[in-house]
């Protein structure tokens, strides 16, 4: 796999652009929080406030979003996913979902398409991809900026003289961001979280060497700032990836047991517990192509540097999450997925890590390959001096590289090698899903 490259045409132009309030409300990190916290962040993270119809359905839409993407991708991708499932039927109507809100766990689909899910379900869903984000960052201050540190050092401070006080890591991130939501909201819209002008004095006495070593003090303490403010974006479009990618693969894995003919449901546990398996394979194919569909087009200069859109395919291409890892993680056992499976006497879901290894290495073999494709693809279209051999035949020189792995290789490469020797079709079709083909450089 190639290199990644540091972007600094991306980096330049995020650093001259302060980030301001409204910007930063407008963040998946503020948005959803306002949404799922309609009268603010409450410092405790146990509290899931009860919401109104309306709340109920901006949430709905929300998550419809989601759906909707899969199963436009289901539709775009037909013929690749019956090759890898040739047991696929016909999938009545639209795939759509409904946000219930009785107060227990419900998630659901019916023979007509339509899922059902409790808020309460999302909710705890959202709660643990958020706990799970401000965790990352707990000692990292990215939140810290001049307009704000005052509130949270007051907060830490109070902290620090209540004696009697014992909270856990997940109480302290929640707290802290309850705080740093709430003066928030206090400041101008237009505000600035980043005082700009010592950044911009220091600018203009770059190249003067005398005047330079007393104007870097001020303009890296301003720089810093600066990073927190892409801190700020980096972590919101984690939690927006970690919580929708939770909800997607679950959308995923209650479509496949329509698209896979899982009904009506069986009796036999060995069978039921089979189904999961194979819901959860057709899922995390399903939505990986759906992430790499999404992603703009990768292009790179003849340099071998990119520009514009192509960063976001950058961060992407070096994802090494899917979106089944945050399910299990975020929203496995949320929703009685952990329970009783049926009305099967005795059965119950297959254990969580199991589930998870089950379809780890079968991800990881789905991705690095689209990965390469992507890859192999932009270089040729590059303009670089390479190797013409190199575009000769990709794929059976991916494929030999990938089955047999160095002798000193970790157990999860050798895995996916041994995963990937039996499916040499499949990875054949998924490659040139990406290589070379006008339907996937023009959504680029």
């Not at 146990?46 to 899969?70: F, H, Y």
């Not at 919580?243 to 069986?266: M, S």
């Not at 073999?365 to 192999?376: G, K, R, S, V, Y």
């Amino acid at each position: 796999m190639i290199t990644l490259f540091e972007n600094h045409e991306y980096v330049g132009q995020t650093l001259s652009r302060p980030l301001t309030v409204a910007n930063a409300r407008g963040t998946f990190l503020l948005g959803a929080s306002r949404l799922f916290y309609p009268d603010g962040v409450p410092s405790d993270p146990d509290l899931l406030p009860d919401l109104t119809a309306k709340q109920l359905k901006e949430i709905e839409n929300l998550l419809d979003s989601v759906v909707t993407r899969v199963d436009a991708t289901r539709l775009r991708h037909a013929a690749l996913l019956s090759r890898a499932h040739p047991e696929l039927r016909p999938v009545p109507g639209k795939l759509n979902i409904t946000v219930l809100n009785q107060g227990k766990s419900v998630a659901a689909i019916e023979g007509s398409g339509r899922l059902f899910v409790d808020v309460k379900v999302v909710q705890a869903i959202y709660r643990s991809a958020l706990l799970s984000t401000l965790i990352d960052d707990v000692g990292n201050g990215w939140w810290s900026f001049p307009s704000i540190a005052p509130a949270i050092d007051e907060f830490d401070q109070k902290l620090i003289e209540d004696t009697t006080a014992d909270m856990s890591k997940e109480q302290l991130a929640f707290s802290r961001f309850a705080t740093f939501s709430s003066e928030l909201e206090k400041m101008s819209s237009l505000q600035p979280l980043s005082d700009m002008s010592g950044f911009a004095k220091g600018a203009r006495t770059v190249g003067d060497g005398d005047l330079l070593e007393r104007s870097m003090a001020g303009t890296f303490g301003v720089l810093q700032t600066r990073l927190a403010d892409m801190a700020i974006i980096e972590r919101s479009r984690a939690l927006e990836k970690s919580f929708l990618g939770a909800i997607a693969f679950f959308a995923a894995h209650e479509l496949a047991h329509l698209a896979l003919g899982h009904f009506p449901v069986t009796l036999q546990c060995t069978e039921a517990q089979s189904r999961e398996f194979d819901a959860d394979k057709y899922s995390v194919l399903l939505n990986a192509i759906a992430n790499f569909d999404s992603l703009p087009r990768l292009t790179l200069r003849p340099d071998g540097t990119a520009s514009g859109r192509s960063a976001q395919a950058l961060v992407a291409l070096s994802s090494t999450v899917s979106d089944h890892e945050h399910f299990f993680r975020h929203a496995y056992g949320l929703a009685n997925f952990d329970s009783a499976l049926g009305s099967i006497p005795g059965c119950i879901y297959p254990p969580q890590d199991e589930r998870n290894k089950s379809v780890q290495a079968y991800a990881d073999m789905i991705i690095d390959a689209i990965q390469h494709a992507l890859w192999i693809d932009a270089l040729r279209h590059s303009g670089m001096v390479l190797p013409q051999d190199l575009f000769q035949s990709p794929f059976e020189d991916y494929f030999e590289k990938v089955t047999a792995p160095p002798t000193d290789a970790d157990v999860s490469i050798i895995e996916r090698a041994r995963l990937a020797a039996s499916h040499h079709d499949l990875l054949r079709d998924i490659f040139f899903t990406y290589f070379g083909t006008e339907h996937t450089r023009a959504n680029r």
